[in-house]
């Protein structure tokens, strides 16, 4: 089992969002992100936030987006559609999202609209 899988989702969302932040993106932009792959209302995900929830109870109890097939790059040298472990491999994609969305890409590509 890999570490990141027992880490609270709440200890790495401040980094998610000050990557985007320094790039000239909004908090809100994340959660929308967020949002748009787990199914989660806002209101789920600061429960989440709040609760100290591991990533693995994070997306136990997701509702992955239909669209995350469309979801496809590198993340840290990885090719996220390459990942084996159904967990990591969620991981990876809103890890690629938070990615996306700092380079600058328009919301409506990073949320495959």
Not at 40 to 48: P, S, Y
Not at 89 to 94: G, N, V
Request: aromatic letters at 8%; proline letters at 4%; a negative charge.
């Amino acid at each position: 089992m890999h570490r990141i899988f027992t880490t609270s989702v709440a200890s790495v969302y401040p980094h998610y969002v000050a990557k985007a932040e320094r790039k000239g993106r909004t908090r809100a932009e994340v959660d929308e992100v967020i949002e748009w792959l787990t199914g989660f209302d806002h209101a789920q995900l600061q429960a989440h936030l709040d609760g100290g929830t591991t990533f693995e109870e994070f997306f136990a109890g997701a509702r992955l987006n239909p669209h995350v097939d469309q979801i496809t790059g590198s993340v840290c040298g990885v090719k996220v559609q390459e990942v084996e472990d159904p967990l990591m491999r969620q991981i990876r994609y809103l890890d690629k999202l938070v990615d996306e969305l700092a380079k600058g890409r328009p919301m409506e590509k990073v949320l495959r609209a």
